[in-house]
Every structure is written in structure tokens, then in C-alpha cells.
């Protein structure tokens, strides 16, 4: 009988495990940069530098024309997205994120170089 109470215990801490991924997750996708992130990707389909996305998120968030974005704004946000959202999004499976070519794009967009 304790080997069932085992497997009970396992198969609840999976449970939990998925319930918090999916909570972060939803946390994530309920951040407007986020959001701006993955409507750009979409709006523009393929693969494109994280640059030109912290350029649009910072446009659209702060209702700047992307010609007025400082480039210390533009950096920190590219810096935010290089070691938080891009790295999580990959790991989700919603984005495929290049850290080396500094590019990302739609995981499921089949157009997309990879």
C-alpha cells in the first residue's frame, strides 16, 4: 500500500509543477511587453532582431514614435527581454529565440528561417 501512496505523492507534485508553469506562464503572457512582443512577431511573421521588437514594445507602451526612443530605453528593454522574457517564452515553446543572432520569431511559424 505505500507504494500506491508513493505514486499518489509523484503524480501530485507533477500536478503542482504544471499547475505553477502554467500560472507563470499566464503571468507572462498577461504582461503588455509581452504581449506587444508577440503581436509584432505575428504582425510581421518570420524571424527579427530583438532590437526592432524592444523598439515597437517601448513605441506602443509609451505611445512614442519609434524615432523619439532613446537608446538607453531601447537597451534596457532589449537587456529585460535577452535575460527574462525571450529565454522563458522559448522555453514554453511560443517563441524560437536566437541569443546568438540576437533574433527571434514565432515557434510555430513555418515560413521562418530557423
Not at 64 to 93: A, K, N
Request: glycine share 8%.
Amino acid at each position: 500500500m505505500t507504494h500506491g501512496a508513493n505514486e499518489s505523492a509523484i503524480v501530485d507534485g507533477q500536478d503542482a509543477d504544471q499547475d505553477a508553469r502554467a500560472d507563470r506562464l499566464a503571468d507572462m503572457l498577461d504582461d503588455p511587453h509581452c504581449r506587444y512582443l508577440l503581436k509584432y512577431l505575428r504582425d510581421t511573421g518570420g524571424r527579427v532582431t530583438v532590437s526592432e521588437v524592444a523598439t515597437y514594445v517601448v513605441g506602443q507602451i509609451t505611445d512614442t514614435d519609434p524615432d523619439d526612443i532613446s537608446t538607453d530605453v531601447e537597451r534596457r528593454v532589449q537587456t529585460w527581454f535577452y535575460h527574462g522574457q525571450l529565454p522563458m517564452l522559448d522555453d514554453y515553446g511560443v517563441i524560437d529565440f536566437d541569443p546568438d543572432s540576437g533574433t527571434v520569431r514565432l515557434a510555430d511559424d513555418p515560413d521562418a528561417e530557423r
